[in-house]
């Protein structure tokens, strides 16, 4: 018997969605029959993302956010349920790096990426999980069960596995794992599931130029099984965790590294 998972009638929220994994995070949502809001600050190339689903026949909205403004974050999540209605997943995906040494760190480029990939993600998780805690107590004062509610945190093997020259960014993924073990403990209550995925190195459109290059080639080789992975591959694990049949995953952190992790 084929095995599907469908998310018709559900609502995912997609931050970073205007390219790269969020991107690919999007089209999977959709094409798993959710409606998508898809969120950046690249109005632009969001429109296009969302023409693409379209053409599909995807379900999406587009709506512009900049997790480094908690004002942005609040209006946006707002716009997101006034167009589609009550969030049911969120996918936690803003994040940015940069590539160098820890002596070379500058204040600039550490708060540039702890706003972002920690700060931001906190604050996004918090007014989506604030509404999905409204609706849960709702329920729950009828004596019914809370309706079912994902939120899916994206952090990176990196921030378990120490890393030669991303250091900060490592730290700002540890603190994501350890961020969604906690929202885990207090929210679990609520029926919301708040798991993360650790992905390993990835190929995307900002860095596909890298791994052409002798650095790049040379990175390759020291992985285990002597590739990189594409976003598509990181699909499998998504839609679980976005599906009801993640009911038993809480505060789960899922590696998806290619074995990266256990050299």
């Known amino acids: 018997m084929a095995y599907q998972i469908d998310l018709t ?17 999007a089209h999977s949502l959709a094409n798993a029959g959710a409606t998508v809001v898809i969120a950046a600050r690249r109005v632009e190339r969001l429109e296009q993302v969302a023409k693409d689903i379209q053409a599909k ?9 900049d997790v480094l403004s908690i004002d942005s974050i609040e209006s946006g999540v707002a716009q997101a349920e006034t167009l589609a209605g009550p969030i049911d997943i969120l996918v936690n995906n803003s994040g940015v790096s940069t590539t160098q040494r820890i002596v070379d760190v ?10 972002t990939n ?10 989506v999980a604030k509404r999905m805690i409204s609706r849960a107590k709702t329920a729950q004062s009828q004596g019914q069960e809370p309706p079912a509610a994902r939120v899916i945190n994206i952090a990176s093997m990196a921030g378990v596995k120490a890393l030669s020259q991303i250091g900060v960014y490592a730290m700002t993924k540890a603190a994501v794992i350890h961020m969604t073990n906690a929202m885990a403990l207090e929210w679990g209550r609520y029926g919301i599931n708040i798991n993360s995925i650790c992905p390993g ?6 860095n596909a130029a890298h791994w052409e290059t002798e650095a790049g080639q040379k990175l390759i080789q020291k992985l285990p099984r002597k590739r990189v992975g594409k976003a598509q591959d990181l699909e499998g694990i998504l839609l679980l965790l976005a599906s009801s049949e993640s009911r038993f995953i809480n505060g789960a952190m899922i590696a998806a590294d290619d074995g990266h992790m256990v050299q």
Request: cysteine-free; aromatic content about 16%.
């Open 118 to 127: 920690t700060k931001g993600s906190f604050f996004v998780a918090q007014a």
């Open 201 to 206: 190195y990835i190929e995307t459109e900002i």
């Open 57 to 65: 026949g995807g379900k999406v909205f587009s709506i512009t956010m």
């Open 9 to 25: 009638g559900k609502v995912a929220l997609v931050t970073g969605a205007s390219s790269g994994l969020g991107e690919q995070f």
């Open 106 to 115: 500058r204040e600039q480029d550490y708060d540039f990426m702890f706003n």
